[in-house]
Structures are given as C-alpha cells and as structure tokens.
C-alpha cells in the first residue's frame, strides 16, 4: 500500500495535553481519516447503487401498495 504525508497544525497546549494523556496523536489522526474516507466510500456507493435503482426500476403504479396490503390480508 502506498502512503502520503499529511500535516496539521495544532496548539502546544493540544498536543502537550495529548501526548501527557498517553494518546498517539498520528495514530489517532490516521484511523479518524480512514473512518472518514470509509464513509466517502459508502456514501458514494449508496449514490451509485441509487442512480441505477432509479434508472432502472420504474415507479410503482398507482394504488399498488394499497393493492398488495390488501391482497396480504385477504391470503391471512
């Protein structure tokens, strides 16, 4: 897997803070940007997956949801 450095810019105070809290301060920045980069994905998934339901998928005629939850309870 290939890397790439990322830099910020915190206080002293901060990462005073967090390094006397025994806190791995990249290690912690790169699972929070992975988790982020994670929901990218999943959003852009969805996105797709919801482009091609409604390209292909026409809309339900009117009155069948109606229709079917009659049809279920009529077979009960």
């Known amino acids: 897997m ?7 810019r915190i206080s002293k105070r901060t990462k005073q803070t967090l390094r006397e809290a025994g806190i791995d301060i990249s290690a912690e920045v790169r699972k929070h940007l992975e988790e982020v980069a ?6 852009r998934s969805i996105e797709r997956l919801n482009a091609i339901i409604e390209e292909k ?3 339900a005629k009117r009155g069948f949801s ?3 939850i009659r049809e279920d309870r009529e077979r009960n």
Request: aromatic share 0%; hydrophobic share 35%.
């Open 38 to 43: 994670d929901g990218v994905r999943v959003r």
């Open 57 to 59: 998928m026409p809309p």
């Open 66 to 68: 109606a229709r079917s």
């Open 2 to 8: 290939c890397s790439a450095v990322v830099s910020t």
